[in-house]
Nanobody, 127 residues
Framework: QVQLVESGGGLVQPGGSLILSCTGS????????IAWFRQAPGKEREWVSCVGGSGGPTYYADSMKGRFTISGDGQKNAVLLQMSSLKPEDTAVYYC????????????????????WGQGTQVTVSP
């Protein structure tokens, strides 16, 4: 059974950092592209980043470039999202997802391209 579990969220001050983890079970994350999305209250789910399988290329939404870094941790069967210079507008529930594709593509920002999601982890950026 494919399962994704996010962790690492919490409350952080503006300018601070967090590392989110997406841990998989029932399959090997490194064999697939993994994406992070986020959803703030009252807003649509927003694509954050994608990493290709087997150490493939990484992609970021424009507002996250230079602040967020996505990477794989094969030993833990996990994908990490390192977030720095956090802003109040980064406050959201963060989700990881897998869609069965090896590489990220132009469709990677579409939530409909993914068939397995984690339960999400809350990130709150506030003084």
């Amino acid at each position: 059974q494919v399962q994704l579990v996010e962790s690492g969220g919490g409350l952080v001050q503006p300018g601070g950092s967090l590392i989110l983890s997406c841990t998989g079970s029932g399959f090997i994350l490194a064999h697939y592209s993994i994406a992070w999305f986020r959803q703030a209250p009252g807003k649509e789910r927003e694509w954050v980043s994608c990493v290709g399988g087997s150490g493939g290329p990484t992609y970021y939404a424009d507002s996250m470039k230079g602040r967020f870094t996505i990477s794989g941790d094969g030993q833990k069967n996990a994908v990490l999202l390192q977030m720095s210079s956090l802003k109040p507008e980064d406050t959201a529930v963060y989700y990881c997802a897998v869609g069965g594709h090896l590489m990220c593509s132009i469709d990677s920002a579409n939530p409909g391209a993914y068939n397995s999601w984690g339960q999400g982890t809350q990130v709150t950026v506030s003084p």
